[in-house]
């Protein structure tokens, strides 16, 4: 369950980020200090970005920062961040970026449920209004909970 | 029945959303589209006749000259826009 991948200290609500960079690192941050994933991990996001443009934004206004598992993810978890001023990623489409879901994952399998919860969020209208009305993080996670 | 390769960076996280996505759409609409998904290093060893993937990797496949259609998809909870993507694939 997606509510699994997630705690509350992985949650970071009206971040202030001057950029896009700083976005992805803040993002990421709580995953590292949980020891989740490793420096290296923020490192490759950031250098496939440079390189290849922001893939890792995959609808309006949310970004899902993530590398291949074997750059330093250690453990399954999501860490949520909404912006304060969202960023501009460079992706036409979907910019600006507002919310930031970093995730690290072991495998490409063992997840596959709660990523179909995740794409189901990120249709539903309620969930961003929650993002963004969030007062504290558990707001957040109790909402994912209650849809689970 | 075609086969389908959905793959991203990683294979983790945006390929698997939007093989859940795809699957979804090809479902509803009884698409003849089998869909596997990896990263993208899975693609040179691919057999199948179509690349699933977000529009900033297609962009970079495109300039690969592989022999699969390459569809780039902008928005993987849009489930218009995958239809009409992949409409457009089998109507070809």
Partial sequence: MLSEMIKEEFIQLELEVTDWEEAIRKS?????????????????????????????????????????TQYGALDLAMGITTLKTPVKSGNKTNDPVKYLFCMSAKDSETHLESMAELVNLLSDQTFYHVLDTAKKPMDILDYIIESE | MHKALVA?????????????????????????????????????????????????????????????????????????????????????
Avoid at chain 2, 26 to 36: D, T
Avoid at chain 2, 37 to 65: C, M, P, R, W, Y
Wanted: glycine residues 8%; negative net charge.
């Fill in chain 2, 8 to 92: 991203c960076r990683a294979g983790v996280g945006s390929s698997l959303m939007l093989k859940i996505k795809t699957e979804q759409v090809i479902k509803e609409n009884g698409f003849p589209i089998q869909v596997e998904h990896s990263s993208l290093d899975a693609v040179s060893g691919f057999d199948g006749d179509l690349l699933i993937t977000l529009a900033d990797v297609a962009k970079e496949l495109e300039s690969q000259n592989l022999k699969q259609t390459i569809i780039g998809i902008n928005n993987i909870v849009d489930k218009i826009e995958i239809e009409n993507k992949l409409s457009e694939f089998l109507n070809r």
């Fill in chain 1, 28 to 68: 990421a941050e709580p995953l590292l200090i949980g020891g989740k994933i490793t420096s290296e991990y923020i490192e490759k996001i950031i250098e496939t970005t440079q390189k290849i443009g922001p893939y890792i934004v995959i609808t309006k206004n949310v970004a899902l920062p993530h590398a291949p």
